[in-house]
């Protein structure tokens, strides 16, 4: 079956640091790859995606790119805040039974950036 | 304001008590979905609705029991419940085009949670 694995939290860095968060993914077919974040009391909320080989997602500074070569989507940051500390997830999409987009995610990696 | 309520943001029940969780969503979506999110585990999809209609059952206990009204409101009716059962329950939903054959990624919007404390 599909399954995410992503690196262990918690990870705690100084602002202004470089963030790197691992995550491979096993599927079968061609899944799409995406990074959810979890702020605080809040729900999940997609934060970026790619739905192909080499495609590189970003938004708000973050990067991550679909490399299918070593099934990995791992989620970069040149420069964090404060404000990026949050729980960040790493999922795939693939069918389910009745042809429904069905989204399998990894353990979560929880940030904290200290000023 | 992600257009996805849940209530009650806060729940401790008893093993012998019978508990609903409410979610609506104000996005205009087809498709609503239970999920589980337990500490250091990955999130578990519970149930998914498209269209009003059950479509995913991942092999859940019968002590969870979901009802879809309607494709703005989801519900789950919990009874005699486990202290293991204790997590934060999420609901998303999302435009589901079941006859595409999920060609395209629809993108989940999730709700706040309830955390739920069994005791």
């Known amino acids: 079956g599909n399954s995410v694995t992503q690196m262990e939290g918690p990870v705690t860095l100084s602002e202004e640091a470089f963030l790197t968060i691992n995550c491979t993914y096993t599927a079968t077919g061609y899944p799409s790859l995406f990074w959810y974040v979890q702020y605080p009391g809040e729900g999940l909320q997609l934060l970026l995606k790619?739905?192909?080989?080499?495609d590189k997602g970003s938004n708000k500074g973050f990067e991550a790119t679909y490399r299918k070569e070593t099934t990995s989507f791992h989620l970069e940051k040149g420069s964090v805040q404060v404000s990026d500390s949050a729980v960040y997830f790493c999922?795939?999409?693939?069918?389910?039974?009745?042809?429904?987009?069905?989204?399998?995610f990894g353990t979560g990696t929880r940030l904290t950036i200290i000023p | 304001e992600t257009g996805v309520t849940q209530t009650p943001r806060h729940l401790v029940m008893g093993m012998t008590n019978k508990k609903s969780l409410k979610c609506e969503q104000h996005l205009g979506h087809n498709a609503m979905y239970w999920y589980k999110q337990s500490a250091k585990k990955p999130l578990e999809l519970m149930f998914v609705y498209s269209l009003e209609e059950r479509v995913e059952n991942n092999s859940v206990p019968s002590r969870f029991s979901p009802e879809c009204p309607n494709s703005s409101h989801l519900f789950l009716h919990l009874h005699t419940l486990q202290p293991e059962d204790s997590a934060l329950y999420l609901c998303?939903?999302?435009?589901?085009?079941?006859?595409?054959?999920?060609?395209?990624?629809?993108?989940?919007?999730f709700g706040p949670g309830t955390r739920l404390t069994v005791l």
């Open positions: 999922a795939l999409s693939a069918l389910g039974a009745f042809g429904n987009e069905k989204l399998t």
């Open positions: 790619a739905t192909k080989a080499d």
């Open positions: 998303a939903s999302s435009q589901d085009n079941p006859y595409t054959g999920g060609s395209s990624y629809n993108e989940q919007f």
